[in-house]
């Protein structure tokens, strides 16, 4: 039985740049550069596998590039299945300067042709056999919202995670998650105002428990927050050196995944998110969290209940 089925609609091919000069400089100079297989769903999965939880990845990929992309997801996660779609996956920059910087481009994504009839049949086949389903990402363009969320509500009696931008608190309300990751502007986001305190953080996420089990919101270098029926739990992160902030809140929400997968109490997975999320931060570009590093800094992180 596969355990987490990760669903990618709007992968990316990540390409990092690291620079010399300074972000007042023109021209800058590039001296080395990497390219990875990204998009959240792809740093779930690819998250899950380095602490060895069985996964399987399941997502629409561009004929266009396929040729540059292929590769790279072969190289993030271990199990993946995929329908191609007519146009390209998208291809992000991040610019990282000398002073820790970061500009990240990011392109929407689309696709170019409709998928979804073949893709919906193909995903609840796929989900039979899991017991978490996740969609990550931000919706592509050339997919209509209620498509969307058609497609998630297809699915019964499965444990559904989403971390997304693309949901409102009404859509929450059709789909009823399992567990959602928003960021605290996310959350913002979704309750219509802005979260200025930890208190307003907690306040929304209990807006959502009508309809959602489990909201989980990254805070940043402030750790992170659970809300569910049985309380409010906290964790903080340690300090630490960091190399990149891109993918955190995904390894963080794989951290949760990972420890509620083991039958872990509340408290262990908000304190095992913030390691994973942690341990992301130490980790540069979007390589793949080590289990060493995650193991090294749980020892650390602190948590409780509020």
């Not at 990204?38 to 990845?57: E, R």
Request: aromatic share 8%.
């Amino acid at each position: 039985m596969c355990r987490i089925l990760n669903v990618f609609l709007n992968p990316a091919i990540d390409n990092t740049l690291w620079v010399t000069d300074s972000i007042n400089s023109e021209p800058v100079s590039v001296i080395r550069e990497k390219a990875y297989a990204g998009g959240k769903g792809i740093n779930l999965g690819k998250t899950l596998d380095a602490v060895g939880l069985d996964n399987l990845n399941f997502g629409i990929v561009g004929r266009k590039n396929e040729a540059a992309f292929l590769p790279l997801l072969k190289n993030s996660v271990k199990n993946f299945k995929f329908l191609y779609h007519d146009g390209k996956t998208r291809e992000n920059i991040t610019v990282v300067f000398p002073s820790g910087k970061l500009l990240k481009i990011n392109h929407k994504g689309a696709i170019s042709n409709s998928v979804l009839s073949e893709f919906k049949d193909e995903l609840l086949l796929l989900s039979e056999k899991s017991e978490f389903v996740s969609f990550c990402g931000r919706m592509p363009d050339g997919i209509e919202k209620k498509e969307y969320i058609d497609l998630i509500c297809s699915l019964k009696n499965k444990k559904i995670l989403i971390d997304t931008s693309s949901f409102s608190i009404s859509d929450y309300e059709k789909i009823k998650p399992y567990a959602i990751k928003p960021n605290q502007k996310e959350l913002g986001d979704i309750v219509g105002y802005t979260l200025e305190t930890e208190k307003d953080v907690i306040n929304a996420a209990i807006k959502l428990l009508p309809f959602c089990k489990n909201i989980l919101v990254s805070m940043g270098e402030k750790g992170a927050v659970l809300v569910n029926n049985s309380g409010v739990f906290k964790a903080i992160a340690p300090k630490v050196t960091p190399l990149s902030d891109i993918g955190a809140g995904d390894a963080a929400f794989a951290g949760f995944i990972y420890s509620k997968a083991l039958g872990d109490d509340d408290k262990t997975a908000i304190k095992k998110s913030v390691a994973f999320g942690t341990a992301a931060v130490c980790t540069e570009g979007t390589d793949t969290v080590k289990r060493e590093k995650i193991e090294e800094i749980l020892n650390m992180v602190s948590a409780s209940e509020i």
